[in-house]
Nanobody, 123 residues
Framework: QVQLVESGGGLVQAGGSLRLSCVAS????????MGWYRQAPGKQRELVAT???????NYADSVKGRFTISRDNAKNTVYLQMNSLKPEDTGVYLC?????????????????WGQGTQVTVSS
């Protein structure tokens, strides 16, 4: 029904930058909130940043002032600009979207997750 595909991860030195992208595709009627989460080895998944359909944003305290979330509704895409990266930012970054989609009989609504993209920050 709906697929999310992330890109933009990689290996970067501390202090560097990366820009992640997540594109949603499928039988989309409307994308509501979107967000980025991350999971480091041996740790629970944690929220990084979210953005509403009205572009209000929310950030984890650990990334405030360094990361910026944005979205392009025409492209069904959410971005995460990550600056001043630290080794503790290392992890798999996953995209999440709350999507209203066509069912053939009308619409329904579900949260969806991407497969994730690896971000590794070396010291």
């Amino acid at each position: 029904q709906v697929q999310l595909v992330e890109s933009g991860g990689g290996l970067v030195q501390a202090g560097g930058s990366l820009r992640l992208s997540c594109v949603a595709s499928g039988s989309i009627f409307r994308i509501n909130d979107m967000g980025w989460y991350r999971q480091a080895p041996g740790k629970q998944r944690e929220l990084v940043a979210t953005i509403t359909s009205g572009t209000s944003t929310n950030y984890a305290d650990s990334v405030k002032g360094r990361f910026t979330i944005s979205r392009d509704n025409a492209k069904n895409t959410v971005y995460l600009q990550m600056n001043s990266l630290k080794p503790e930012d290392t992890g798999v970054y996953l995209c999440n979207a709350d999507v209203t989609y066509y069912t053939g009989r009308g619409v329904s609504r579900n949260p969806y997750w991407g497969q994730g993209t690896q971000v590794t920050v070396s010291s």
